[in-house]
């Protein structure tokens, strides 16, 4: 077993990342028992409290900087569910850049510190998500060097593919910069606003920037109970938790099809 490791990305803020890595870890470990690693790469821990809160836990005691800081991600590992584990992030982790530097002088060594703590872990995970704050950082370095893949956010109410689009570009200069080797898993519309629809103009334009063959056909609507699942954890209790899972599992679904795809064209090539 050697995990497939996918970053969450989008470079602005609150538009679904933290809940599409949680929820894809989620129903990955629980629905399809695979082995999932999900690891908190954002100071903020909003993905830390989520998974947490959702299992019952009320104490995390070791998180990911203390990880870096002894050069061993293994020691910060927290079993949340039978297949779920959890490398959380709590505030201190605001400090990793500063530490980075002191640490090494090279960028190279610097950006892929991560994907270095993170190659012995593989060999017990079927995946690994990432999920990253919306900034061009050192978090967000980091996470797409340790990457196989990227799952870029869309935000289909918008006019502007904006977020999504200086992903793109960004990780066209980390390739031509440091030659990261890392593929776009897909393109997957949210909705963050109520009410809302999905603005067609901009799922053709996506389909035009991204190509057909990577724009998801599932669709994460704007759903309250996903909302309301921040302050109560992931539940399942109703029709209501039911639906939202539901649209997960078609997620998780269309990203096993897709990963296929990739493997065929890697054998053949
Ligand atoms: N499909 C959805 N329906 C309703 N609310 C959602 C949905 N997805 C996310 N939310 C809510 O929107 C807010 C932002 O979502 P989330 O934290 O996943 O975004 P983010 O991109 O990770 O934000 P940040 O950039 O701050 O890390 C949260 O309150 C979350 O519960
Ligand atoms: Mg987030």
């Known amino acids: 077993m050697t995990a ?86 709590a505030v201190s982790f605001k400090n990793f850049s500063k530490f980075l530097y002191s640490k090494f002088s090279n960028d190279l060594d610097q950006i892929t510190y991560l994907k270095k703590l993170l190659e012995p872990l593989k060999a017990n995970y079927d995946y690994i998500f990432i999920d990253v704050p919306p900034t061009i950082s050192d978090y967000s370095d980091n996470a797409m060097m340790a990457s196989d893949y990227v799952l870029i956010i869309l935000q289909a109410q918008e006019l502007s593919l904006e977020g999504a689009e200086k992903y793109i570009s960004y990780l066209q200069f980390m390739a031509d910069e ?21 603005d067609q103009s901009t799922v053709i334009r996506a389909t035009e920037l991204f190509g057909e063959d990577n724009v998801f056909k599932s669709v994460i609507k704007h759903l309250e109970r996903l ?3 921040d302050m109560t954890g992931i539940r399942n209790d109703d029709h209501h938790d039911r639906k939202a899972h539901q649209a997960f599992i078609d997620v998780v679904n269309e990203i096993e099809e897709k990963l296929e795809r990739f493997e065929l064209v890697g054998k053949y090539e």
């Not at 870890?25 to 690693?37: D, G, H, R």
């Open 227 to 229: 909302k309301a699942w």
């Open 178 to 198: 440091y030659d990261a080797d890392i593929q776009v898993l897909g393109v997957l519309p949210v909705l963050l606003r109520a009410g809302g629809r999905v």
């Open 4 to 89: 497939k490791t996918i970053v969450v990305g989008n470079f602005k803020g609150g538009v679904g990342k933290t809940k599409v890595s949680v929820m894809a870890s989620w129903e990955y470990a629980t629905l399809l028992n695979k082995k999932v690693l999900l690891v908190d790469m954002d100071p903020q821990g909003n993905a830390s409290t989520l998974v947490a809160r959702s299992a019952g836990i009320d104490a995390i005691d070791k998180t990911i900087f203390e990880g870096f800081r002894s050069e061993d991600l293994q020691s910060v590992v927290m079993n949340v569910t039978e297949n779920l584990d959890l490398i959380p992030a």
